[in-house]
């Protein structure tokens, strides 16, 4: 998984009111959780916009004042109106010792079904997994190519090597679905071939 940089102050106070200020300046209040103490920080939302205006996941290097931890986001909070975040909480990665994160699903392939008619559907857009840091995939690529209609792709079916999937097994990932388009034109088939049927029948009586 990729990590991304970004830089931050230590906050020497805290408290509602000198978080207000630095949020005034386009400044985000931040903590780090998991080591030996936790650290208070902050951080200009333009060195956010890279972590939260993505879809992908990324690991962080996060640079306080020279000291370097490696961590994950562990919640953000916004603001209920404005394009602002109020906090963001970062949680350390520790050598040797497993993590928790969510990935994003990436569907490789044409399916078959397409062809046939058929929709692609993405029940789940990322998956939750546990792994060591350097194992992690920056996606979970699904091959959808083999599928038909009425075909899907569970949880259960998914195997990355290191890497444990955390959802539930029986969770279809993606599907293959008919649209209404190929109903309808599936149930005008067959009406057709019955009237052609009951036609026959009824010539064959009055021969």
Do not use: C
């Amino acid at each position: 998984m990729k990590t991304v940089v970004i830089k931050g102050q230590k906050r020497e106070t805290i408290g509602k009111k000198e978080s207000k200020k630095l949020r005034l300046q386009e400044i985000v209040p931040a903590v780090l959780y998991g080591g030996e103490a936790t650290v208070h920080f902050a951080v200009p939302f333009s060195e956010l916009r890279q972590l939260v205006y993505t879809p992908n996941v990324y690991l962080v290097d996060i640079d306080v004042e020279g000291t370097i931890y490696k961590a994950m986001i562990q919640d953000i909070q916004w603001h209920a109106v404005k394009e602002q975040i109020l906090h963001i909480d970062f949680l350390i990665i520790q050598d040797g010792k497993p993590i928790k994160i969510d990935v994003p699903v990436a569907v490789s392939g044409l399916a078959k079904g397409i062809k046939m008619g058929g929709k692609i559907s993405i029940n789940l857009r990322r998956l939750k997994v546990k792994a060591l840091a350097q194992d992690l995939p920056d996606s979970i690529t699904v091959d959808v190519t083999d599928l038909g209609i009425g075909d899907s792709i569970k949880v259960s079916e998914i195997e990355i090597a290191n890497v444990e999937l955390l959802d539930t097994k029986s969770n279809v990932v993606v599907a293959v679905s008919i649209t209404r388009a190929a109903k309808s034109a599936g149930g005008a088939g067959e009406d057709t071939e019955e009237d052609e049927g009951e036609e026959g029948e009824e010539a064959a009586t009055k021969e």
